[in-house]
Nanobody, 129 residues
Framework: QVQLVESGGGSVQAGGALRLSCQVG???????????MGWFRQAPGKEREAVVT???????TYADSVKGRFTISQDSARYTLYLQMNNLEPEDTAMYYC????????????????????WGRGTQVTVST
């Protein structure tokens, strides 16, 4: 069993920054150590969308809407995933989720929920004008 717990969300003004964290836990966490990981978000009334994904080789793929503003990283053991969000915009307001893929990914997984099997409960990010 794999458990993902996000933290770091909050309310900021436009132009501000937040750093999200995702802790990978559970008795089976070592079994997904080489799998792909990612951050997703879902705003009210909208579909869940991919923000960024990362493979075990360190390659990343960002959504166009966050390129140059968001940065994904992870600790050396790949048990903590981070999302540094700078220059936040009101359009970034959403619940943010971290996720792990079903399979091993050396390259970054596609920007789609389909490959991802484990999900956290999310952390809310609210950006005001």
């Amino acid at each position: 069993q794999v458990q993902l717990v996000e933290s770091g969300g909050g309310s900021v003004q436009a132009g501000g920054a937040l750093r999200l964290s995702c802790q990978v836990g559970g008795p089976s966490r070592s079994s997904v150590n080489q799998h792909g990981m990612g951050w997703f978000r879902q705003a009210p009334g909208k579909e869940r969308e991919a923000v960024v994904t990362i493979g075990n080789g360190g390659m990343t793929t960002y959504a166009d809407s966050v390129k140059g503003r968001f940065t994904i990283s992870q600790d050396s053991a790949r048990y903590t995933l981070y999302l540094q969000m700078n220059n936040l915009e009101p359009e970034d307001t959403a619940m943010y989720y971290c996720a792990v893929t079903r399979n091993v990914y050396y390259a970054s997984p596609p920007l789609s929920p389909a490959p991802f099997i484990y999900w956290g409960r999310g952390t809310q990010v609210t950006v005001s004008t």
